[in-house]
């Protein structure tokens, strides 16, 4: 991870949250900026390298926008400072696909516009009071929401670095190892009862996260670890993309209409299997997560295997509840933010290590890697929890509700550890394969 990090203070502590929450600010910025001006020049921060994706540009000025929104209007009651680009980085009033035709701000001016952005909440952090009669101030929760919002962007932009062509800007590779634990099975088992869903402490945590409920779960086995590429090219070269048997109707609608054949920037030249990462080309790491995979190659990978996608519940069980105690915790090792001998999270490494690292990272059930290295898909829908209550607004979470999307869970290796715990939910089109998504398989017993 780039950084080493001190826990989240205390809200009694309120001198130490803030200078905390000071430091992860300007941590996130140095992030966003090394993925934007720092990286690439104007016109490729201008350009739609993807109909998928927003111009990074875009990224960058909404970052600032969300900030002043929310932590100079909202939080701190100050005037706007530049109303007129609300409707401009509005996610919700324009697609992706229609960005580069909106009134964009050019890269100098963005990058003048957060800075000032920043200045100004970093003032008024030093006079706001987080007052836990506030809610959105309470222990400090709309400066976490802003901070993940923007790390989330930062994901996202390097989904976009993938897409595009040209020359290399990242790393060939890195010497960071991982360190290897000893994979003594293939499954885990996770026996009956309830457990405990979601989370009603963490006053980081975000709406969709809450409110913490009772779920009774049959007893499943669940993959100790993801499946790796040399499972799912095996699962490629069994013929599995032309058998409409494993696939369910809309996912081989999906297959026939898209006309894949295996995961996205894989290709075969002569008998080796190849894949672009960052604009290199490299021979395809067998025992790396599978990546890259969208919800419906997932399920068909699964049915494949004779086994099915584990239920959110169940991923969240493996991945946090202790039965011997019965506990949860926000990470599977416990309580601790995570370090370099958990997970592989935050942009350390531009890939995800091998299936079978992290001993230390290990859930309660045995399960490795539920944190970090690839979002795993889920067979389950996303949709409120009982007694969920939309909070800040309803275009966070509510909004997605029940329209198809499908939950992704444990974060990958681009996640920042900020926007990244057991209860996280993440979601998306069953279609989506330009994110750093992958998937373990599950079976009842």
Same mark, same amino acid.
């Given at each position: ?70 932590l100079l209007r909202e939080a701190a009651g100050g005037a706007a400072l530049r109303p007129e680009l609300d409707d401009v980085y509005d996610a919700f009033e324009h697609p992706r696909a229609t960005r580069p035709t909106l009134p964009l701000l050019k890269p100098g001016e963005a990058g003048d516009y ?81 457990? #405990? ?74 008998? #080796? ?30 049915? +494949? ?19 011997? #105690? ?50 795993? +898909? #889920? ?33 990958? +290796? ?12 993440? +979601? ?18």
């Amino acid at each position: 991870m780039p950084d080493a990090r001190p826990g989240r203070p205390s809200a009694h502590d309120a001198d130490a949250l803030k200078q905390y929450v000071a430091d992860e600010l300007e941590r996130s910025r140095r992030r966003s900026l090394d993925l934007t001006t720092g990286t690439l020049d104007d016109g490729e921060l201008l350009a739609q390298h993807s109909r998928l994706m927003s111009p990074l540009v875009w990224d960058l000025a909404h970052i600032g926008n969300y900030e002043e929104q929310w932590l100079l209007r909202e939080a701190a009651g100050g005037a706007a400072l530049r109303p007129e680009l609300d409707d401009v980085y509005d996610a919700f009033e324009h697609p992706r696909a229609t960005r580069p035709t909106l009134p964009l701000l050019k890269p100098g001016e963005a990058g003048d516009y957060i800075g000032q952005v920043r200045r100004r909440v970093l003032d008024a952090l030093d006079a706001l009071t987080l007052d836990p009669g506030r809610e959105l101030l309470d222990a400090g929760f709309v400066f976490g929401m802003v901070l993940q919002h923007e790390h989330q962007h930062d994901e996202t932009m390097l989904a976009t670095h993938q897409l595009r062509r040209g020359d290399p800007v990242f790393p060939a590779t890195d010497d960071l190892p991982a360190p290897a634990a000893l994979v003594r099975s293939a499954e885990v088992r996770v026996p009956a009862g309830p457990f #405990t869903m979601g989370t009603s402490t963490d006053s980081w945590s975000l709406d969709n996260e809450r409110p913490a409920h009772q779920v009774d779960v049959a007893s499943y086995a669940i993959d100790t670890v993801p499946v790796s590429n040399a499972a799912y090219r095996a699962f490629v070269e069994a013929g599995g993309y032309d058998d409409e048997r494993l696939w369910s109707p809309a996912g081989w609608r999906w297959r026939c209409e898209s006309g894949k054949r295996a995961p996205a920037f894989w290709f075969r030249e002569g008998g #080796t299997w190849l894949r672009r990462r960052f604009a290199r080309v490299e021979p395809l790491p067998d025992d790396e997560p599978v990546q890259h995979v969208c919800w419906f190659e997932a399920d068909a990978y699964a049915r +494949w295997a004779g086994r099915r996608l584990p239920t959110e519940a169940e991923w969240e069980k493996a991945a946090s509840w202790d039965p011997a #105690t019965g506990t949860k915790t926000r990470y599977p090792w416990g309580e601790d933010d995570p370090t370099e001998e958990h997970a592989n999270l935050g942009q350390s490494r531009y890939h995800p290590v091998a299936s079978g690292s992290f001993p230390a990272g290990a859930s309660p059930s045995g399960a490795l890697q539920m944190i970090g290295d690839v979002w795993e +898909w #889920t067979g389950s829908d996303f949709t409120g929890y009982p007694g969920f209550r939309s909070f800040p607004y309803r275009e966070y979470s509510e909004v997605f509700f029940d329209q198809g999307y499908k939950v992704l869970r444990g974060g990958c +290796w681009a996640t920042d550890p900020l926007a990244c715990r057991t209860t996280f939910r993440n +979601w998306d089109h069953p279609i989506r394969r330009q994110i750093f998504s992958g998937f373990r398989t599950a079976r009842g017993v």
